[in-house]
């Protein structure tokens, strides 16, 4: 059988390695925050960039650093680039972890740690790819690049500054979503919405980023002692505790995080919170704005009442996730991610829902809008990559689509997601408390990437 078909094997020789330098990188808190000096998105994150840069110069690979934006480690020679985009930093970990979230934790096959399946795990497997290609002194006729972003999870605005100093990848794919190859991935939209606070609310907040589903919700209010009893009587669905303090009555809600790109899989705690609300509390005590989320929003997940449900066969139907929540007695702010079909158009969605917000008096904005990717399904590199996969586990491989949003975006037409998580394998918690990999997937998933990597740097 052709050699070809076995050189993504070779990974196995490092996997000790892999995990050594996993650990050092889970045990880094990328989680991006404010600039702070030159460090654009905090200095855990530059912190987590330059762990990988160092490594893959210690390496003997060519690394590059544009602005603690983002870098690249890479091997070979050629006028044509082909790349791996992966990034180191992070969301939050918030509570209820059973493990140190930046400690990695073996049990069993299992591997814990923030950034183990979004995308540390898949950074390092990259980056081992590359030695492994240069240990054994593989030739071809592009240069290959594994490209670290540290700013993916709060907007992808790090690959924009890296090519502004770069030249685009001639073909690229991002290990940061699912096995087979994604040829499509949503729009992304997301939008503020800004109001007067509520007369008897004092305070509400919900949320840590705006890409997941909120775990939490806490409000603190004034209300009678009728009004307080049917509060806590409620049937409706949802995990409420209460509690009377010298300011009011608080209330906290809790749910279940998951990715916005999914957010019917999850348990809103903010929007099961406001449900709470109104259905106790009289529109004028509830105030405009969060009577406008209770009418326009509600626990839906497709944004029906604001008029934006829509779907296409392509990709599946738009989901709507309320992502954050602040209201005190100074002003309220929600803020939305929206994914909606590669058919669909973001700007007719974007009217939609700008006209329900300024019916309700509220002010709208837009924060984020990113176009669809769909990529031909005869691609000449979708089919490099399908036999990738094939040649590594027999298997074959599919095209999907996808409501995430991956650094495919950012090459322009060029690239699409490819792996880590395979189609048979449960729930790993990404964007989660408990976030994990099975160290044997994670092998085998660095087969794939080292055969794809491989092929890529032949031409």
Excluded at 157 to 181: I, K, M, N, R, W
Excluded at 334 to 347: H, K, L, M, Q, S
């Amino acid at each position: 059988m052709d050699t070809v078909l076995h050189f993504g094997n070779r990974i196995d020789a490092y996997a000790e390695d892999m995990i050594r330098d996993l650990a050092a990188l889970v045990a880094i808190p990328s989680v991006c925050g404010p600039a702070e000096g030159e460090f654009p998105y905090g200095k855990a994150s530059a912190q987590a960039l330059d762990f990988v840069l160092n490594r893959a110069a210690e390496m003997g690979l060519s690394v590059y650093n544009a602005d603690h934006y983002a870098g690249h480690a890479e091997y070979g020679e050629g006028d044509e680039i082909a790349a791996v985009l992966a990034h180191v930093d992070v969301v939050p970990v918030g509570p209820g972890w059973d493990t140190d979230p930046f400690t990695l934790t073996q049990k069993g096959d299992l591997l814990y740690g923030r950034g183990t399946a979004d995308d540390k795990g898949a950074a390092i497997a990259a980056l081992y790819a590359l030695k492994a290609l240069k240990d054994a002194g593989v030739t071809g006729k592009r240069r290959l690049r594994v490209i670290f972003g540290s700013g993916e999870e709060i907007g992808m605005e790090d690959l924009p500054h890296y090519f502004e100093s770069q030249p685009l990848p001639d073909v690229a794919f991002t290990p940061d979503s699912d096995y087979g190859v994604c040829n499509r991935e949503k729009g992304i939209l997301r939008v503020r919405v800004q109001g007067a606070p509520s007369p008897n609310i004092l305070r509400f907040t919900g949320g840590t980023v705006v890409n997941a589903v909120p775990d939490q919700g806490e409000i603190l209010l004034h209300c009678s002692l009728e009004e307080a009893k049917a509060l806590s009587e409620s049937s409706l669905p949802g995990e409420f505790s209460f509690s009377v303090t010298s300011e009011g009555i608080e209330i906290l809600s809790k749910g279940k995080a998951v990715h916005a790109m999914q957010p019917d899989e999850g348990f809103n705690a903010v929007s099961h919170g406001i449900a709470l609300l109104g259905s106790v509390l009289a529109p004028e005590d509830l105030g405009d704005f969060l009577t406008f989320l209770h009418s326009y929003v509600g626990c839906e997940t497709n944004g029906a009442s604001l008029g934006i449900a829509c779907s296409d066969e392509p990709s599946g139907a738009l989901t709507c996730n309320l992502g954050l929540l602040h209201m005190d007695v100074s002003g309220a702010s929600a803020e939305f991610d929206i994914r909606y079909p590669v058919t669909a158009e973001g700007e007719k969605i974007i009217e939609a829902f700008r006209a329900c917000a300024e019916k309700a008096g509220l002010q709208f904005t837009v924060t984020e809008h990113t176009p669809p990717l769909y990529l031909p399904a005869d691609s000449p590199f979708i089919h490099l990559l399908q036999g990738s996969y094939t040649a590594v586990t027999g298997q074959p491989c599919n095209l999907y689509a996808t409501g995430g949003g991956t650094y495919a975006r950012a090459v322009s037409g060029r690239g699409v997601a490819f792996g880590p998580i395979f189609p048979d394998e449960p729930d790993r918690g990404l964007h989660q408390v408990n976030e994990h990999i099975d160290r044997n997937r994670y092998l085998e998933h660095a087969r794939i990437c080292l055969e794809a990597m491989y092929r890529m740097l032949q031409g």
